[in-house]
């Protein structure tokens, strides 16, 4: 959720970390605030608001350090405001702390803390954390990375954590448990972070850390140790990510740029993969597990969100294609409910960070039972990446926007290239099949770039339905997730209220809300349930509803019916997802702009949900 960033080195580490605050503000943007060494004591400056309302709280002011820890907040414990922003400072004034995730057992510290004379000024958990680690090391006479290894041993929850004292003042100590950390190795001076998005101006060679380990950074070194003490040896990743990457590129928003990525990205999501020429499908991130996968009984889906959403269009695909069960759940809810999972079973876990805490927390709980887990994620070195016992990147580049659109073709894009192949390796599919699956799947770049082009009709449609209260979605077959996610997009980043249910479900309970007012999105490609959404168009309008419907290019009949179109190119039905949702983003887009909404940073969100 937070965003953290942290500084040793030769140079003025402020404007690093600042620069570093504005690159992980997707992260969360609830307050932001750095510590500093200043002539041998600790500056702490925070401020509620976005980093650029910190950036006017330091106008003025004459910092100078070479070390420093930075925070962006995504509230957990504590209502946004100055004084639980973070970081946290301990008592006695010698430490300083960041943190992202939860220490659960808070409580319980904070009242024996309190007990020993400890006061507290702020609501949140991280301040607890800072004030036992003190009393650790101050009761033991301990090093700082002695006594947060002690702390962090009588510790329940998730953390990544950086911390600065004032008596060491050379000295930078970091640890992790269920939320990221990298460590960037530049010369002479060391970087940390949330993500690497920070890094990469500066170097492209990082260490991601493990969970359980604690970082620390003295005098121009680095060493990692594991919970016990014991020495590691970290491998040192070479970043492929450039800097233009996590830049706007001249667009107005990063939701915009992502939106129109799109055709690139899913490239890259083939690229190496898919051989049209060959008629090849390549996945050698799921070899080993290949037979499994083709032999399994069952697969799981575990997802959150957006990603659940590009599960569900999953579970026709496999089905479709490959005759195996699919279930689709929750990750949120997955491992609350004693779920029935048999040794063998292959679950796939879909997050664009990697990072999603329900998801990881139902992988452990999938891994324990005997599952195979294939993870589909977009983060290189994530942890859902490393807990799988193998999977697929996505290769679609860093995405800004809190609101998930490049991720969620992506995701589409490789599960559908890991069941084609699934299914033509088990022979539930026919090679003249496959082949032109494939071709078409490889025509997909250019028939989003075509969608696209609708950009600015959407923009007029967009203009007469910015002041609704309500929308309603509506699709059927493949097309019925994309109408959860354009209802998703809409109430994300324009806080519209919408709903989306499969069309023919809407005449047992959401056509009593139907009337004028009520502007009904129908995605309504040609596909085999065409009849059928039409009759459902018919319905709504029966009853004066207001429909915009998605349909495929020269339909001849729903125009006549709907009160506006958007037309998208043909594909195959179960490709059509990749399609249809392009016009669903650019209406939610147009729309939260037309509102005056932060489309790229929306209220109460972040980008990555790294705590339960």
């Given at each position: ?285 799921i070899r080993n597990y290949a037979k499994a996968l083709e032999n399994a009984d069952r697969i799981i889906i575990l997802a959150c969100g957006t990603s659940w959403h590009a599960g569900l269009v999953a579970e026709y695909v496999f089905e479709d294609l490959c005759r195996i069960p699919v279930e689709v759940e929750y990750a949120s809810e997955f491992r609350y409910r004693n779920p029935v999972i048999k040794e063998g079973d ?267």
């Amino acid at each position: 959720m937070c965003g953290i960033v942290g500084y040793i080195g030769k140079k003025e580490a402020l404007p690093l970390l600042l620069k570093g605050l504005r690159r992980l503000e997707y992260r969360g943007y609830d307050s932001a605030g750095v510590a500093l060494i200043e002539n041998g004591s600790i500056g702490s400056y925070k401020k509620q608001g976005k980093v650029g309302d910190l950036e006017k709280v330091l106008q003025g002011q004459k910092v100078s350090s070479s070390i420093g820890i930075g925070h962006t907040r995504w509230a957990t414990h504590g209502e946004p405001n100055d004084v639980n922003a973070h970081p946290h400072v301990s008592n006695n004034g010698n430490l300083a702390i960041i943190h992202n995730g939860i220490i659960e057992n808070y409580g319980s510290l904070k009242e024996d803390l309190i007990s020993k004379g400890f006061e507290f000024s702020s609501d949140t958990d991280t301040e607890v954390l800072i004030n036992f680690i003190e009393y650790i090391q101050s009761s033991d006479n301990l090093t700082l990375e002695d006594a947060l290894r002690v702390a962090l041993s009588q510790v329940v929850g998730a953390y990544a954590i950086a911390i600065i004292s004032k008596d060491t003042p050379n000295k930078l100590v970091a640890a992790r448990k269920g939320s990221p950390m990298v460590l960037g190795l530049g010369k002479g001076e060391f970087f940390l972070a949330s993500d690497a998005t920070p890094i990469i101006e500066y170097t492209n060679e990082v260490i991601y850390l493990k969970d359980e380990e604690i970082l620390v950074i003295e005098d121009g070194n680095y060493h990692i140790k594991d919970s016990q003490d014991i020495p590691q040896t970290p491998h040192i990743h070479t970043l492929e990510l450039e800097l233009e990457a996590i830049e706007k590129g001249g667009h107005e928003h990063f939701m915009h740029k992502e939106i129109f990525g799109q055709p690139e990205s899913i490239a890259d999501c083939m690229r190496g993969r898919l051989n049209k020429e060959k008629g090849e499908l390549t996945l050698g991130g799921i070899r080993n597990y290949a037979k499994a996968l083709e032999n399994a009984d069952r697969i799981i889906i575990l997802a959150c969100g957006t990603s659940w959403h590009a599960g569900l269009v999953a579970e026709y695909v496999f089905e479709d294609l490959c005759r195996i069960p699919v279930e689709v759940e929750y990750a949120s809810e997955f491992r609350y409910r004693n779920p029935v999972i048999k040794e063998g079973d292959i679950v796939i876990a879909i997050s664009q960070s990697g990072e999603t805490a329900d998801t990881l927390a139902a992988i452990e709980l999938a891994k324990s039972r005997g599952a195979i887990v294939l993870g589909v994620v977009n983060t290189v070195g994530s942890s859902i990446s490393r807990v799988s016992h193998e999977g697929a990147y996505l290769h679609a580049g860093p995405e800004i926007g809190v609101a998930s659109t490049k991720a969620f073709t992506a995701q589409l894009t490789v599960l559908y290239m890991i069941a084609l192949r699934a299914a033509r390796n088990k022979g539930t599919i026919a090679e003249n099949r496959f082949q032109q699956l494939l071709r078409e799947l490889s025509l997909i770049p250019s028939k989003v770039e075509k969608a696209l082009l609708s950009n600015d009709k959407i923009e007029e449609i967009s203009e007469m339905f910015k002041n609704a209260s309500n929308f309603l979605y509506l699709g059927r077959g493949y097309n019925f997730p994309v109408a959860l996610e354009g209802a998703l997009k809409l109430k994300e980043i324009s806080y519209i209220h919408a709903e989306g249910y499969p069309a023919a479900e809407m005449k047992h309970g959401p056509i009593a809300l139907i009337d004028e007012n009520m502007p009904v999105v129908v995605i309504a490609t040609r596909d085999s349930s065409y009849d059928k959404i039409v009759s459902n168009i018919q319905e709504v309008k029966a009853r004066k509803g207001v429909v915009i419907a998605v349909v495929s290019e020269k339909d001849a009949l729903i125009p006549k019916m709907a009160d506006f179109t958007i037309e998208v190119p043909a594909t195959h039905e179960s490709l059509m997802p990749l399609v249809s949702v392009i016009p669903l983003q650019l209406l939610s887009y147009h729309i939260a702009v037309m509102r005056g909404a932060n489309v790229d940073q929306p209220r109460n969100l972040a980008k990555s949900v790294t705590v339960e």
